[in-house]
Nanobody, 115 residues
């Protein structure tokens, strides 16, 4: 059983930065498909960023160079560095990992961008 624990969300002003972390258990940090999704109120969950096959980075169209996904296998942690945050980035952000033929989700961390 894989457990994912996100942290790093919070309230930030427009133009600010946050770094989200997701601690991944059970060796699943070696997954070939892991990433971050978000869901705003009244909207569907959408891809923010993903690492696929360990070297490919995929980003949602709205990211436009503002976010960077990375991982640290030694710390069993997946990261999302978010810069130049906008009010439209307000959402619950979820860590997602595909491991042993199953998809695992974290509980989510709230990001609120407001002045």
């Amino acid at each position: 059983q894989v457990q994912l624990e996100e942290s790093g969300g919070g309230l930030v002003q427009p133009g600010g930065s946050l770094k989200l972390s997701c601690v991944v258990s059970a060796g699943a940090i070696s997954s070939n498909n892991m990433g971050w999704y978000r869901q705003a109120i009244g909207k569907e969950r959408e891809l923010v960023a993903a690492i696929v096959n360990k070297r490919n980075r995929n980003y949602g169209d709205f990211v436009k160079g503002r976010f960077t996904i990375s991982s640290d296998n030694a710390k069993n942690t997946l990261y999302l560095q978010m810069n130049d945050l906008k009010p439209d980035d307000t959402a619950v952000y979820y860590c997602r990992v595909y491991w042993n033929w199953r998809i695992y989700w974290g509980q989510g961390t709230q990001v609120t961008v407001s002045s």
